[in-house]
T-cell receptor, first 113, second 115 residues
Framework: ETGVTQSPTHLIKTRGQQVTLRCSSQSGHNTVSWYQQALGQGPQFIFQ???????GRGNFPPRFSGLQFPNYSSELNVNALELDDSALYLC????????????FGPGTRLTVL | AQTVTQSQPEMSVQEAETVTLSCTYDTSENNYYLFWYKQPPSRQMILVIR??????QNATENRFSVNFQKAAKSFSLKISDSQLGDTAMYFCAFMKHQGAQKLVFGQGTRLTINP
């Protein structure tokens, strides 16, 4: 059984640019959640996707957007990057929206200069 | 809104000792889940233990156990016979029983196990 994978591992962008991060959910999982983890902090919920629809959103501006594909993989897009967007972005999948455990990927480290 | 507080930014113990990590939370929900996650230097978040709020019995997983005090909104993690591989950041997290499956995390405790 393949776990959650994320790409790329690391990414460096400059302020104002746009970035796309990718996540492949664990086999059999149809729900994907994204979290932002700033240095020295706990992760913060960005949004969740279930069967290609957004199924909940945290306190993040609209320049943070996402997609989920028919194979349940997902993308996180961030437009107009700001310095404060520098963080570890974690993707987590689960078999269903109400399942009480999330399985995390290794994350993408984004640095905005 | 729910909040989770971990008041110990760092802890350090000797191998084989027992250590307890503290967590308090605030919620008006009656049914919910509480978790302890471990994040080693590899960055991957790993579930250590889970507690369902409606269960009075404290959860245990091998060397890991919790002390869940619902009225006090307290959820501490005890690690017995600590091992070098337990060195990691530990996060306490809350999830409502219904609605979007959103984890609310505390700020974490950095635990170091010394040989």
């Amino acid at each position: 059984e393949t776990g959650v994978t994320q790409s790329p591992t690391h990414l460096i962008k400059t302020r104002g640019q746009q970035v796309t991060l990718r996540c492949s959910s664990q086999s059999g999982h149809n729900t994907v959640s994204w979290y932002q983890q700033a240095l020295g902090q706990g992760p913060q919920f960005i949004f969740q996707y279930y069967r290609e629809e957004e199924n909940g959103r945290g306190n993040f501006p609209p320049r943070f957007s996402g997609l989920q594909f028919p194979n349940y993989s997902s993308e996180l897009n961030v437009n107009a990057l700001e310095l404060d967007d520098s963080a570890l972005y974690l993707c987590a999948s689960s078999p269903a929206p109400m399942y009480n455990e999330q399985f995390f990927g290794p994350g993408t480290r984004l640095t905005v200069l | 809104a729910q909040t989770v507080t971990q008041s110990q930014p760092e802890m350090s113990v000797q191998e084989a000792e027992t250590v307890t990590l503290s967590c308090t939370y605030d919620t008006s929900e009656n049914n919910y889940y509480l978790f302890w996650y471990k994040q080693p230097p590899s960055r991957q978040m790993i579930l250590v233990i889970r507690q369902e709020a409606y269960k009075q019995q404290n959860a245990t997983e091998n060397r890991f156990s919790v002390n869940f005090q619902k009225a006090a909104k307290s959820f501490s993690l005890k690690i017995s016979d600590s091992q070098l591989g337990d060195t990691a950041m530990y996060f306490c997290a809350f999830m409502k029983h219904q609605g979007a499956q959103k984890l609310v995390f505390g700020q974490g405790t950095r635990l170091t196990i010394n040989p």
